[in-house]
């Protein structure tokens, strides 16, 4: 089967993740800006994965299994890079989802989408760096009155001193090191750098 042809369920396997990235090209190596502001030589593009809908039913099936044994009235996810992968988590959990939007440095909730206090929120994003935005998105559901139950990531490659204070699942594990851009080793090498992300400095 061809790339262009997965458009339908593969039943993939938590180990063939990563294979699957390396194929399409969602995992770049070379000298990337992310969407922190921090420099590192490789980049996770998810978006090249979950636009394939049977990569992504499968992506989204195997991270809702991962919370099972966890009750979950809603999935949040913010846009837009967790939003089509929210969506599938969701589908896969037989519940509802919702995607969170920046605003004002932040996130909130619109579009006439709610989170009914009490709620339990599974969070959802597709790359898990430095945790800004997931700390963001707790503060969002706590402000709501809400309570955030589990992150859901397809890839978490924190370094060592970064904690979620919430389960985190993931199919993909991978530490990779990221620079503050004064002090990038691959910036001192001269070599040039990419900012595939939607965002900087946050």
């Known amino acids: 089967m061809t790339v262009s042809e997965r458009t339908t369920a593969e039943h993939l396997q938590p180990e063939e993740v990563l294979p699957r990235m390396r194929e399409i090209g969602a995992l770049l190596e070379g000298h990337f800006q992310l969407s922190s502001g921090r420099h590192s030589d490789r980049y996770f593009q998810c978006a ?4 394939f809908p049977g990569l992504a039913t499968d992506i ?3 991270l809702a299994e991962q919370f099972n044994e966890l009750e979950i009235d809603a999935v949040v996810s913010p846009a837009v890079g967790g939003v089509l992968l929210g969506h599938e988590v969701a589908r896969g959990l037989g519940r509802r989802h919702v ?5 004002e440095g932040g996130f909130a909730i619109r579009r006439g989408f709610n989170i009914d206090k009490g709620e339990r929120v599974l969070l959802v994003d597709d790359v ?3 945790g800004t935005s997931a700390g963001e ?3 969002l559901i706590k402000s709501m009155q809400a309570e955030a139950v ?4 397809i890839v ?16 993909v594990q991978m ?5 503050e851009p004064d002090a990038c080793r691959l910036c001192e090498s001269g070599l040039a750098i990419d900012s595939p992300g939607s965002r900087h400095g946050v």
């Open 60 to 62: 989204g099936r195997l």
């Open 48 to 51: 090249r994965l979950l636009q």
């Open 128 to 130: 898990l760096t430095r």
């Open 99 to 103: 995607f969170a939007e920046r605003k």
């Open 175 to 179: 530490e990779v090191a990221t620079y």
């Open 156 to 171: 978490d490659r924190r370094e060592k001193d970064v904690v979620i204070d919430l389960p985190v699942a993931s199919l």
């Open 137 to 139: 998105m707790i503060a």
């Open 150 to 153: 589990g992150l859901g990531v």
